[in-house]
């Protein structure tokens, strides 16, 4: 069962921040067999999260900010998806060559 009719497949793994800790969500995608990788929130109580795959997300987060250093990339200024795509492919592959 797929999440979304645009995603070729379902993901092993959602990732997300304390500000998506709740029960319900969870349960939204457990019932699509995703594994939630979100932190209990402050007041919450434990959870079963991976900490090896929430350690790692901060490495997308790093990418996104550099890429938002271009501002095509920031602004959305290409409006197709498809030139959307490009920009930032670009962006990260300058990226990449750059580090």
Do not use: Q
Not at 71 to 84: D, E, G, L
């Amino acid at each position: 069962m797929n999440c979304h009719p645009r995603i070729p497949y379902t993901p092993t793994y959602v990732v997300c921040d304390r500000g998506y800790a709740s029960h319900k969500f969870r349960e939204y995608l457990w019932g699509r067999g995703v594994h939630p990788v979100i932190p209990p929130g402050k007041n919450d109580p434990e959870v079963a999260c991976p900490k090896w795959s929430y350690r790692h997300r901060h490495l997308v987060e790093n990418l996104w900010a550099r890429l938002k250093e271009w501002r095509a990339v920031a602004t959305r200024y290409k409006k197709t998806a498809a030139s959307f795509l490009s920009v930032i492919l670009i962006a990260a592959t300058a990226d990449y060559i750059k580090t």
